[in-house]
């Protein structure tokens, strides 16, 4: 057990609907990192997140968004799904958020889009 | 910017068999290294990383991997293999002083037979 968690664990939805994934970080872990996982494109880095703050972006479509509240939990918003969105959906967090910290990883949202 | 190659996307192996899962990296500064273990349905968990000193770093369950920085690779060997190795490893890269994100190679799934 990372100390990560994430809820749902799976999330069945039609395309074109929007749907919010949610991380609890580590206790004591101040940035949050969202990646999507799929067989194609391998493990993507989405959005990092470091004391409520966005710090560092990549490859995140527009119709995803995300943000880190003051307790320190995190949401990545997807919305106006395709089909090619079914992936599944990894927060991890660490203590600083520094290129040398160990990430814990949560055990993942598998999004489903019909 | 950093990136990463493991070579080999399956690596079949019988039981009590020595294995090398191999990593090249690329980068024009100095890196962090990390090597991450996912097992079936499960997030991602740190193996082993290396971030300076010995060239050799261990992990509790026997793995090992070294850096060697004139062939910018990080391998990572085990001399003898469980069934329970069986899993998807991903070879990680982040620069020094620079993007606070890792870029993860594709992976390599390691299969144990017995």
């Known amino acids: 057990d990372s100390g990560v968690t994430q809820t749902p664990k799976h999330l069945i939805t039609a395309t074109g609907q929007r749907v919010t994934l949610r991380c609890s970080p580590r206790?004591?872990?101040?940035?949050v990192y969202w990646y999507q996982q799929s067989l194609d494109q391998g493990l993507q880095f989405l959005i990092q997140?470091?004391?409520?703050?966005?710090?560092a972006k990549g490859n995140i479509l527009e119709r995803f968004s995300a943000q880190q509240f003051p307790d320190l939990h995190s949401e990545l918003n997807l919305s106006s799904l395709e089909l090619g969105d079914s992936a599944l959906y990894f927060c991890?967090?660490?203590?600083?958020?520094?290129?040398?910290?160990?990430?814990?990883f949560g055990p993942g949202t598998r999004l489903t889009v019909l | 910017a950093q990136s990463v190659t493991q070579l080999d996307s399956q690596v079949p192996v019988f039981e009590e068999a020595p294995v090398e899962l191999r990593c090249n990296y690329s980068s024009s500064v100095s890196v962090y290294l990390f090597w991450y273990v996912q097992y079936p349905n499960q997030g991602l968990q740190l193996l082993l990383k290396?971030?300076?000193?010995?060239?050799l770093v261990e992990s509790i369950n026997g793995f090992e991997a070294e850096f060697n920085k004139s062939q910018t690779s990080f391998h990572l060997r085990k001399p003898s293999v469980h069934i329970s190795d069986t899993a998807e490893y991903f070879c990680?890269?982040?620069?020094?002083?620079?993007?606070?994100?890792?870029?993860f190679g594709r992976g390599t799934s390691l299969i144990v037979h017995p």
């Open positions: 990680a890269v982040s620069e020094v002083g620079g993007s606070y994100i890792p870029t």
């Open positions: 997140y470091y004391n409520g703050e966005e710090r």
């Open positions: 290396y971030l300076s000193g010995s060239t």
């Open positions: 206790s004591g872990d101040l940035s």
């Open positions: 991890a967090s660490s203590v600083s958020g520094g290129a040398a910290d160990t990430q814990y």
